[in-house]
């Protein structure tokens, strides 16, 4: 059982920042990529980043030049700084990993935080 567990969302006022962290915990694991994606109510999730093991990353339009994803490999840690934040940078925030155990992998997220950017 791999667990990823989130902090640091809030709330934020436009052009202000936060920083997301999520931490994977479990036993004989390891990861590839971790991910940052986000969902407002009665939208479907959409992707925000993602970091490979070796620190490619890729980013959604919308938060080029904004986010910036990192992660700590021997912490089992991705964080998402997000700058300039706008309002409709509102969502929940979940992480995803994804998970390599033997032989097989699966996908493993985040319980979500909530970021809300109002003034």
């Known amino acids: 059982q791999v667990q990823l567990v989130e902090s640091g969302g809030g709330l934020v006022q436009p052009g202000g920042s936060l920083r997301l962290s999520c931490a994977a915990s479990?036993?004989?694991?390891?990861?590839?990529?971790m991910g940052w994606y986000r969902q407002v109510p009665g939208k479907k999730r959409e992707f925000v980043a993602i970091?490979?093991?070796?620190?490619?990353?890729n980013y959604a339009d919308s938060v080029k030049g904004r986010f910036t994803i990192s992660r700590d490999n021997a912490k089992n840690t991705v964080y998402l700084q997000m700058n300039g934040l706008k309002s409709e940078d509102t969502a929940v925030y979940y992480c995803n990993a994804r998970v390599v155990v033997g032989l097989g992998s699966f996908v493993s997220w985040g319980q979500g935080s909530q970021v809300t950017v109002s003034s």
């Open positions: 479990g036993s004989s694991f390891s990861i590839s990529a």
């Open positions: 970091i490979t093991s070796g620190g490619i990353t």
